[in-house]
């Protein structure tokens, strides 16, 4: 089973080394970044499932990272700041966080946080989404009961692993989603960096859904992030 990944986003080497510590301790991946440059350089071809975010970092401060994030990923993101005022809390939820903890912090409170942040991402964007076994994207029909595709009223014929690529695209229309993750969902393994599978069938789907598969109408190619529809 693949570990849900935690993004660790600090300047403060032993900060992101201690919360490092309590996440693996309760079974999670860690990934760690010492600003904000770092952190989004990081996301263009990784997967994570949260990020914790402090405020206070050089160049680049946590709220603008935090809406950069934003333009293009939906993970949860828990801010950290040393400021305690409450508009500094109201600007940071408005930047698109999703909770906001003071420093000093309680490190199993932190804890409590991150699982709570998961429980409702996972509640809220995997669950109701699979509510739905028709999915009709302009004249792309997919039935995910019968695992049939339709372009207009014209069957396509797909492999089980290209269905499940399609299917994972389709239910996070408008996010772009990374090559690791579309891998690790899929194939339900670790990605690795040399692994072209995910382009390899993305290319046959293309071939099979698209009019013109040079110039996709459907699946598009973010270059250096990944695919969207």
Not at 98 to 111: Q, V
Not at 118 to 126: A, E, F, G
């Amino acid at each position: 089973m693949v570990k849900e990944t935690v993004l660790i986003v600090d300047d403060d080497e032993k900060i992101r080394n201690l919360i490092a510590i309590y996440l693996e301790n309760e079974g999670y991946a860690t990934r760690k970044a010492k600003d904000a440059l770092e952190a989004l350089s990081f996301l263009q071809e990784n997967r994570v499932d949260l990020i914790i975010l402090d405020v206070m970092m050089p160049e680049m401060d946590g709220w603008e990272a935090c809406l950069k994030i934003r333009e293009e990923q939906n993970m949860p993101i828990l801010m950290l700041s040393a400021k305690s005022e409450e508009m500094d809390k109201i600007y940071g939820l408005s930047s698109g966080a999703d909770d906001y903890m003071t420093k000093p912090f309680n490190p199993m409170e932190l804890i409590a946080r991150v699982k709570s942040q998961l429980r409702r991402y996972k509640k809220y964007n995997v669950a109701a989404n699979a509510d739905s076994s028709v999915i009709e994207i302009g004249d792309l029909t997919i039935n995910t009961d019968t695992r049939q595709v339709y372009v207009g009223k014209t069957e396509v014929r797909l492999t089980p692993k290209e269905f499940d690529i399609l299917e994972l695209l389709a239910r996070n229309k408008g996010v772009v989603l990374s090559v690791s993750r579309i891998y690790e969902s899929v194939w339900k393994e670790d990605f690795l960096k040399s692994d072209n599978n995910v382009m390899v069938h993305i290319t046959k789907i293309r071939e099979k859904i698209e009019s013109n598969p040079k110039s996709p109408l459907y699946i598009k190619t973010i270059w250096g992030v990944g695919y969207k529809i």
